[in-house]
């Protein structure tokens, strides 16, 4: 049984979920502050020892036009480091809208997103990996396998 991981990386937070066991349902983890590299790739390396992570889908802030920003490469080359760092299989993923999902999400529990940051940002990897795992579990029943 494997595990994948979701990752939401933004300046000063970064949100986190977790897939089940059979890789079907995302769910939100927790939220790390970043304050550096060394710091991050060790809070990781936590979760992927606790959690028994096999991949990392990290989110890629596409711009709704389909290009890349700045922040883009940004992140594509922080994910480089993260990938030498670590040792795991990592996956950029698009992760337009997941912010917009993870705000909802809030407001449809009943809660201010403005007021709980940390938490949009799990939901934001939440909807990622999800989005992730719904892909790849058509893509399965697609190939036939």
Known sequence: MERYLGIDLGEKRIGL???DPTLTIAQPLKTLEFTSLP???RDLQEVIETLGISKMIVGLPITLK????????QIVEMVEKLKQALGLPVELYDERLTTVQAQKTMQFLGKKPSRQK???DQLAA???LQNYLDQEK???KTNGA
């Not at 389909?66 to 490469?73: A, E, F, L």
């Open 118 to 120: 940390g938490q949009v």
């Open 17 to 19: 979920a977790v897939s």
């Open 39 to 41: 710091k991050l790739v």
């Open 138 to 140: 058509s893509r399965r």
């Open 126 to 128: 939440m909807h990622l």
């Open 66 to 73: 389909g290009t890349y920003s700045q922040k883009t490469h």
